[in-house]
């Protein structure tokens, strides 16, 4: 079992910056791979970005050139560094992961775009 906790979302002004962080409660090194993914109202839960125990990384189209991923394996934690954000990336951001291909999710965190 992994249980994972995000946190760093919140209301932020469209163009502006915010850094989500996923703590995993167990060493990230045996997990397969770990990522974001984000749900709109309305709307299905979509791949934001998702990176792998060798580091190879894959993003969502709409989110390249503006979101990082990253992992601190010491830390056992990943995040996601989202820049120039949009009223269009308002959603609920859910951490992931897969461990011996079984998918674990976070809870969730609101990220809001707006003036």
């Known amino acids: 079992q992994v249980q994972l906790v995000e946190s760093g979302g919140g209301l932020v002004q469209p163009g502006g910056s915010l850094r989500l962080s996923c703590a995993a409660s167990r060493s990230i090194s045996s997990i397969n791979a770990m990522g974001w993914f984000r749900q709109a109202p309305g709307k299905q839960r979509g791949l934001v970005a998702i990176?792998?125990?060798?580091?190879?990384?894959n993003y969502a189209d709409s989110v390249k050139g503006r979101f990082t991923i990253s992992r601190d394996n010491a830390k056992n934690t990943i995040y996601l560094q989202m820049n120039s954000l949009k009223p269009e990336d308002t959603a609920v951001y859910y951490c992931?992961?897969?461990?011996?291909?079984?998918?674990?999710w976070g809870q969730g965190t609101q990220v809001t775009v707006s003036s």
């Open positions: 992931y992961a897969n461990r011996r291909n079984i998918d674990h």
């Open positions: 990176i792998t125990t060798d580091g190879r990384t």
